[in-house]
């Protein structure tokens, strides 16, 4: 249906029949803030969809921060001497980046604005980035890589906010899950910039020390997303619901105009936002307050469930996705010196030159271009499931498709660790990445409804630190097994996404 056209400016009460005045089952502060879910008025035009261009491109960088780390373990590990436990801990430093930056980047949102926080992480992220391209060794480049971690990680559990807080509540499903399909958008952008650049062989000097090859090319094209994005982002508003919630009624009022407006009319820029009040005191003492509010009353039970479910999504997610690359290289170095069909962890307890800890680092050939396409194939995986989500993540119920998720994923990656030919490890791994996808758009719905507005960064903040926090011991625990005992971490990962979450889904019926 058409947007419904107007020639005139809107007033302050044609706007407020656009505030949602609803009742909160928290407290009186809630009341306020909840008053400004934004209805269909005129339509949903421009301003949504290009506010949803620019988080998409935030959402992607997270997923092009993650995997460009993984498309390294293979290549860089001659320049940076990477043996199995150091790619381990490079992974999961990453994840302890995305750890700090998340607790702190969703507090602060809370307090100084959504804006400010995303425009401030973004750029960190993308600077970062850069900057590691150049690092001559890896406790430089891992340094370097904790800081854009911290940068991407505090911008993250902001952006589901921000965008959800301009959405009409009958579309809010339907649109968050959308963003959250974006990941898909990054795994295909840093596959397609991986399997173009590193395999060219493109390389200049730039000291006697430092040669800048094709894979720091990769790294540092991997950190412009983010900066352009922090530009996009200098021209839209604040949350409404935020400017309510500090009591900045009238610039509310004014931003919800200009959407409609914007969707109506054509573009308009915007410059408003929150001036930086709190001293830095004041600052961490709020967050403590709201931290300590959210394991209170009512909020104690979803809190606790979303941590639990996080990190054990996360702990088989990233515990294996993380080294999808690795695997494959490994994989087709086998299939160049044996003609034997082998399982993967056959493959990992051999010596092949300069794929574990018994060899040399830098004794090993050119990674195989055919692993990058491998990686573009998992990165189109997810696709028909994230369409599938798009479509009927408000009929069929984000319980529904977060059980299927993760016990998809959980029973693929047993299957993984027993076949032994390289195309059915291939389809069970695409498999892996399209159900995984399914039960991180579930949660990305789910935990935009289970908080109020005053609290709800802050919640996303906790439950993406538990989200870290499991990446982290699932990578630590893979890089520290892998050569060891493959089937250790391969069992756990299939256990953690089986199995622990179980209790808590039958519990959460009550709250989803």
Request: hydrophobic residues 50%.
């Amino acid at each position: 249906m058409a947007s419904k056209r107007v020639s005139r400016r809107l007033n302050d009460d044609e706007i407020s029949h656009l505030l949602n005045d609803t009742a909160s089952d928290f407290d009186s502060n809630t009341e306020l803030v909840d008053r400004a879910e934004i209805e269909d008025f005129g339509g949903y035009g421009r301003f949504h969809w290009r506010l949803m261009g620019v988080c998409a491109s935030l959402q992607a960088a997270d997923a092009i921060e993650i995997l460009c780390i993984s498309f390294l373990l293979p290549v860089a590990q001659c320049d940076l001497g990477l043996t199995s436990t150091r790619k381990g801990w490079l992974n999961a430093l990453l994840f302890l980046g995305l750890l700090m930056g998340g607790y702190v980047g969703g507090s602060l949102s809370d307090q100084v604005g959504r804006k400010r926080v995303l425009i401030a992480c973004l750029f960190l992220h993308g600077s970062a980035g850069l900057i590691s391209s150049f690092m001559p060794n890896f406790p430089s480049f891992l340094a370097a890589r904790l800081l854009s971690g911290v940068g991407v990680g505090g911008a993250l559990p902001v952006n589901f906010p921000y965008f959800a807080e301009f959405q009409p509540r009958d579309r809010r499903g339907r649109m968050v899950t959308l963003l959250a399909s974006c990941f898909l958008l990054g795994n295909l952008v840093v596959a397609g910039l991986a399997w173009w650049i590193i395999p060219s062989g493109w390389k200049f000097t730039i000291s006697s020390s430092l040669e800048y090859n094709s894979w720091r090319i990769f790294v540092g094209a991997c950190g412009l997303p983010s900066i352009l994005a922090a530009l996009f982002l200098l021209r839209f508003p604040e949350s409404p619901k935020f400017l309510l919630s500090i009591g900045k009624e009238e610039e509310a009022l004014r931003v919800v105009s200009l959407a409609l407006e914007t969707s109506m009319k054509g573009p308009r820029g915007y410059q408003g936002i929150p001036s930086l009040s709190l001293r830095w005191r004041e600052s961490v003492k709020h967050i403590c307050l709201q931290t300590v509010q959210l394991f209170r009353g009512n909020l104690l039970f979803r809190i606790c469930i979303m941590i639990v479910i996080h990190f054990s999504l996360a702990f088989g997610y990233y515990g294996l996705w993380m080294w999808f690359p690795e695997l494959f290289s490994r994989l087709k170095s086998y299939y160049i010196l044996h003609s034997q069909p082998a399982s993967v962890c056959d493959i990992i307890g051999l010596n092949i030159p300069g794929r574990n800890e018994s060899t040399d680092p830098c004794d090993t050939k050119p990674v195989d271009p055919s692993v990058y396409q491998d990686q573009v194939l998992l990165a189109v995986a997810p696709l028909p499931m994230h369409i599938w989500t798009f479509l009927h993540m408000d009929t069929l119920g984000r319980k529904f498709f977060l059980v299927l998720g993760m016990v998809v994923s959980g029973v693929s990656v047993f299957l993984i660790s027993l076949v032994r030919n390289s195309i059915q490890s291939l389809l069970l791994s695409m498999l892996f990445s399209a159900v995984s996808n399914a039960a991180f758009n579930a949660i990305a719905c789910v935990q935009v409804e289970l908080f109020p507005t005053h609290l709800r960064a802050t919640g996303m903040a906790l439950t993406a630190a538990a989200l870290r926090i499991g990446a982290f011991l699932g990578n630590v625990i893979f890089g520290y097994f892998l050569d060891v005992s493959c089937i250790v971490p391969m069992m756990s990962i299939a256990i953690f996404l089986c199995g622990m979450h179980i209790p808590f889904l039958i519990v959460l019926s009550s709250v989803l």
